[in-house]
């Protein structure tokens, strides 16, 4: 992937309700993907939303991000250019 060689800065916020509701995921560096909104960051994967339950790690959410990064998911779309 353009992405392989690459670091980037991401940020989650986790809410009081955390681990009962997902934490937001945002990369600070600019990226041009699909599932990221290209104004403010955010990442749109299932693990952050319909998919998530309080047993889901952090470590999981991260791995689910770098696997979008080699295999992004058009379904659930922030960025329709991209």
């Known amino acids: 992937t353009p992405y ?3 670091y980037f800065q991401l940020k989650l ?3 009081t309700d955390f681990p009962s509701k997902p934490p937001r995921g945002y990369f600070l560096t600019k ?3 699909p599932n990221v909104d290209p104004t403010t960051g955010a990442i749109c994967v299932n693990t952050l939303k319909k998919d998530w ?4 790690s952090l470590s999981h959410v991260l791995t689910v991000i ?3 990064m080699i295999v992004p998911f058009p379904e659930s779309s922030l960025n329709d250019e991209a």
């Open 13 to 15: 916020v986790l809410s």
């Open 66 to 68: 770098r696997c979008l």
């Open 31 to 33: 990226i041009y993907h």
């Open 4 to 6: 392989h060689t690459r």
């Open 53 to 56: 339950t309080p047993t889901t």
